[in-house]
T-cell receptor, first 114, second 114 residues
């Protein structure tokens, strides 16, 4: 597997609390992505980054914010968690050379909002 | 935006038979079509991909075909084995300056029976 880690791997929190998920890569890849996976929906893009401090919204960005202050870390923040944000969150990375199409996924974070 | 539909949602085959999973996409500008395999509790793993300038690509028992005119692409697995049992996702994207935003299908649960 590509050098991608996510933390925490599991989290249970309460409605209204802030939550930050971290994605860390050791591949020095330019592009990083956050997806959520829910039954019946496949994977849906939340936000992505195309460089340090360069981010943009994906398909389901409402209620989420991201930050990327250095190449290796991409943070996903739920400012005020809701039960609808209970999901499995995957980070992915891709390069910026001929292989930049290929996205490799991290191990995922299972988040439960009570 | 892009919309990807995937069929069937479940597929059961006998070991040694072939399996075919089909996807359609809506955006004619899409030019990259990967397939991911996800085992229970694991991360999605890229198994094969195809670009729009190619009609077919093979890798051992796995092949993908693309029909740009009809906007559909398919995954073919021959000589299925029990370890092929997993959820398979198709995806589509167009290369942009901001990387590679994938739109996923909703997945196919493949079960290979002995």
């Amino acid at each position: 597997d590509a050098g991608i880690t996510q933390s925490p791997r599991h989290k249970v929190t309460e409605t209204g609390t802030p939550v930050t998920l971290r994605c860390h890569q050791t591949e020095n890849h330019r592009y990083m992505y956050w997806y959520r996976q829910d039954p019946g929906h496949g994977l849906r893009l939340i936000h992505y980054s195309y460089g340090v401090k360069d981010t943009d919204k994906g398909e389901v960005s409402d209620g989420y914010s991201v930050s990327r202050s250095k190449t290796e870390d991409f943070l996903l923040t739920l400012e005020s968690a809701t039960s609808s944000q209970t999901s499995v969150y995957f980070c992915a990375i891709s390069g910026d050379r001929g292989d930049r199409n290929e996205q490799f996924f991290g191990p995922g974070t299972r988040l439960t909002v009570l | 935006g892009e919309n990807v539909e995937q069929h069937p949602s479940t597929l059961s085959v006998q070991e040694g038979d072939s399996a075919v999973i089909k996807c359609t996409y809506s955006d004619s500008a899409s030019n990259y079509f990967p397939w991911y395999k996800q085992e229970l509790g694991k991360r999605p793993q890229l198994i094969i991909d195809i670009r729009s300038n190619v009609g077919e690509k093979k890798d051992q028992r796995i092949a993908v075909t693309l029909n740009k005119t009809a906007k559909h692409f398919s995954l073919h697995i021959t000589e299925t084995q029990p370890e092929d049992s997993a959820v398979y996702f198709c995806a589509a994207s167009g290369l942009t300056g901001g990387g590679n935003k994938l739109t996923f299908g909703t997945g196919t649960q493949l079960k290979v029976e002995l």
